[in-house]
């Protein structure tokens, strides 16, 4: 008599940072149907679900294959009854009707539509909804609303800056910024990080962290930079944020609460590639450039690790990582450092490696990190 293999007991765990995590993703039908009730709960300001759906799409993300019936998800975390009936919708019907319904909500429609514009946040397109506006044309149209320069940026780049870019355009940036910073500090250093170092294909932006070998050397060259690409002429826009950082202060318990390193927001002129240049061409298109989003971020040498692995994301995976330290080491960890709350010590680390190991997880690369 023939017995089946007894299936290998999964062991998944339910932190993000003890997950493999490819590009690949093998659930996408059930991922995109939990995005969208993730922003749902998230414009409602329902923390709790929110949470719930970020957590089961990213253990979804985490399997090797796609899930065929609700018995596949024996032994997984993060998957609830909710969860579960969003699935079995998807499973039975093809589409959840839940989510159907949120996608012809009016208040999702315009929610997502107002945060779809660089600058413009979740407090922002609520006090437009409120104002009874649903479209770009009814907002412009209202003298009360003052656009800040971030949002006029926004408005007037983007159909640019929604399409994102692709892996061959961020290189040819990172050409770009790397040029620009060697320039002023021949031996900086330029790291690309986000979401290309995560392996993606395509982002919203272009994420940089930008030092220098020499402690202290780092101080005054954003600001160097940005003149420089305004010089090229190549600078559509950009805000400066000075650096906050203090190094006696703990890691900050809150994820969504920036870091304290000096940045800057930007966009800038793309060059367009011949490829592109001979298709069908609209208005826009027959410009020479386009706009593109980029995020330079400067921490001091002593800190590059942590400020690299911080901004490499993905969210869910940097959000993972600061619980699993917090309620499996009792160690406070955010972009600037990783705090040992009953030793009382900072303890400091050279490359992301060593911070895995001061953690004791086993060190995950940047490309299994798209969790
Ligand atoms: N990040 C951060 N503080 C911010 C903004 C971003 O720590 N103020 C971190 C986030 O953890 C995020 C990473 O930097 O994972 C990159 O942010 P972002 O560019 O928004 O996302 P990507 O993962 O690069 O994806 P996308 O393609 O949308 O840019
Ligand atoms: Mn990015
Ligand atoms: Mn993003
Ligand atoms: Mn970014």
Redesign the pocket.
């Known amino acids: 008599e023939e017995r089946p293999e007894p299936s290998s007991p999964r062991r998944v765990s339910q932190y993000a940072c003890q997950r493999r995590t490819t590009i690949t993703n093998h659930n996408k039908i059930f991922t995109d149907a939990f995005e969208v009730l993730v922003e749902q709960a998230e414009f409602n300001e329902n923390e709790g679900r929110c949470l719930a759906f970020m957590r089961a799409t990213s253990v979804l993300k985490s399997l090797s294959g796609a899930v065929r019936c609700l018995g596949d998800l024996e032994g997984l975390p993060c998957l609830g009854d909710q969860t579960k009936a969003v699935m079995e919708d998807i499973l039975e019907c093809g589409k959840s009707s839940k989510v159907q319904e949120i996608l012809s909500d009016e208040k999702y429609r315009a929610l997502k539509l107002f945060t779809s514009v660089f600058g413009v946040g979740r407090k922002t397109a609520e006090k437009w909804y409120r104002k009874g506006h649903r479209t770009f044309d009814e907002v412009h149209a209202d003298d009360t609303i003052g656009l800040n320069r971030m949002q006029k940026a926004g408005f007037l780049y983007y159909s640019d800056i929604l399409k994102?870019?692709s892996r061959a355009e961020a290189d040819a940036l990172g050409r770009i910024v790397e040029n620009t910073v060697r320039k002023i500090v021949p031996d900086a250093i330029v790291a690309l990080?986000?979401?290309?170092?995560?392996g993606?294909e395509?982002?919203?932006?272009?994420?940089f962290i930008i030092t220098t070998p020499a402690l202290g050397e780092h101080e005054g060259l954003l600001g160097r930079v940005v003149n420089k690409f305004q010089y090229q002429g190549i600078l559509l826009y950009h805000e400066h944020q000075e650096s906050t950082f203090d190094l006696t202060k703990l890691p900050s318990r809150r994820?969504e609460a920036?870091?304290h390193y000096e940045?800057c927001f930007l966009v800038l002129k793309l060059k367009r590639g011949l490829v592109e240049m001979d298709s069908q061409m609209d208005d826009a298109a027959q410009r020479q450039w386009r706009a593109v989003?980029v995020?330079l971020?400067v921490p001091p040498i002593t800190h590059f690790a942590f400020a690299l692995l911080?901004?490499?994301?993905?969210?869910q995976?940097?959000?993972d990582l600061r619980r699993f330290a917090q309620h499996e080491r009792k160690m406070l960890l955010d972009?600037h450092a990783l705090y040992d709350k009953t030793k009382k010590v900072f303890l400091s680390a050279k490359t992301e490696e060593e911070i895995f190991a001061q953690l004791g997880l086993e060190y995950i690369p940047p490309w299994e990190r798209n969790a």
Not at 202 to 207: K, P, Q, R, S
Not at 310 to 315: F, H, V
């Open positions: 994102g870019l990080t986000g979401g290309f170092r995560r993606k395509c982002g919203h932006d272009v994420d994820f920036m870091d940045k989003r995020d971020v911080g901004w490499t994301g993905s969210r995976f940097e959000r972009n």
